[in-house]
T-cell receptor, first 113, second 114 residues
Framework: DVKVTQSSRYLVKRTGEKVFLECVQD?????MFWYRQDPGLGLRLIYF???????EKGDIPEGYSVSREKKERFSLILESASTNQTSMYLC????????????FGNGTRLTVT | GDSVTQMEGPVTLSEEAFLTINCTYT??????LFWYVQYPGEGLQLLLK?????DKGSNKGFEATYRKETTSFHLEKGSVQVSDSAVYFC?????????????FGKGTKLSVIP
C-alpha cells in the first residue's frame, strides 16, 4: 500500500517565520503535489513536481516555493508566513500519467498567528 | 479552461437512505473522471474512476456513470451508512490540456445520522 507521510499533523507559526512542510512517499512515484484545502474553496494546487529537481507552478504559487532533491521527498516552503496562509496543506503523489490515482497524506493544519 | 461543478452541501441523510451527489464538468478534451472521498481527519482517497463515455465506476457500494451527452458523473449509493459520512470530491483529468494536474470540484460534505 502506498504511504504518503507528512511530517507534522498540526503546526503553529508566527507571521514572518520561514516554514517548511515535509512530505515523503514510499512507492517510487514520479509525480508529487502540494495542495491547500480551505472551506468553500475545495482543493487548490500550489506546486507540483514530475521528476527530481523539477517543479511546476500550480494555481496559487504566490508566497510558496518547493524543493525536490530526492524522488521520495517533496518540501513546501513558506518564505515568510502570513496569516492568510493559515490552512490545511495536503501532499499527494502519483505514478506515470495524470489519470493515475493520487495518493494523499493526512494533511498538515498550519496556523499562522 | 476545465472545471468541475458539484452540488453544494452539506447533505444530511438518515441511515439506509439513497444518496445522489451531482457532478458536472467542462473540458476541452476527453477527460477521465474521478470521485475521491475524505474521511474526517484524513487525506483524500480514490473512491472510483471512469475513463471513457458510458463507463461505470464502482466501489464500496458507490457507483457513477460517465455521461458524455450531459457532461455528468453523478455519485450514487443505494443505502448509506453512518461510516459513509465524509467529504466527497469530483475531479477530472484532461490529457488534452497538456497538464499533470487534476481539476477538483469544491467538495460535498455528507453526514449520515443513525
Amino acid at each position: 500500500d502506498v504511504k504518503v507521510t507528512q511530517s507534522s499533523r498540526y503546526l503553529v507559526k508566527r507571521t514572518g517565520e520561514k516554514v517548511f512542510l515535509e512530505c515523503v512517499q514510499d512507492m517510487d512515484h514520479e509525480n508529487m503535489f502540494w495542495y491547500r484545502q480551505d472551506p468553500g474553496l475545495g482543493l487548490r494546487l500550489i506546486y507540483f513536481s514530475y521528476d527530481v529537481k523539477m517543479k511546476e507552478k500550480g494555481d496559487i504559487p504566490e508566497g510558496y516555493s518547493v524543493s525536490r532533491e530526492k524522488k521520495e521527498r517533496f518540501s513546501l516552503i513558506l518564505e515568510s508566513a502570513s496569516t492568510n496562509q493559515t490552512s490545511m496543506y495536503l501532499c499527494a503523489s502519483s505514478s506515470g500519467t495524470g489519470d493515475s490515482p493520487l495518493h494523499f497524506g493526512n494533511g498538515t493544519r498550519l496556523t499562522v498567528t | 479552461g476545465d472545471s468541475v461543478t458539484q452540488m453544494e452541501g452539506p447533505v444530511t441523510l438518515s441511515e439506509e437512505a439513497f444518496l445522489t451527489i451531482n457532478c458536472t464538468y467542462t473540458a476541452t478534451g476527453y477527460p477521465s473522471l474521478f470521485w475521491y472521498v475524505q474521511y474526517p481527519g484524513e487525506g483524500l482517497q480514490l473512491l472510483l474512476k471512469a475513463t471513457k463515455a458510458d463507463d461505470k465506476g464502482s466501489n464500496k457500494g458507490f457507483e457513477a456513470t460517465y455521461r458524455k451527452e450531459t457532461t455528468s458523473f453523478h455519485l450514487e449509493k443505494g443505502s448509506v451508512q453512518v461510516s459513509d459520512s465524509a467529504v466527497y470530491f469530483c475531479a477530472l483529468f484532461d490529457s488534452g490540456a497538456g497538464s499533470y494536474q487534476l481539476t477538483f470540484g469544491k467538495g460535498t460534505k455528507l453526514s449520515v445520522i443513525p
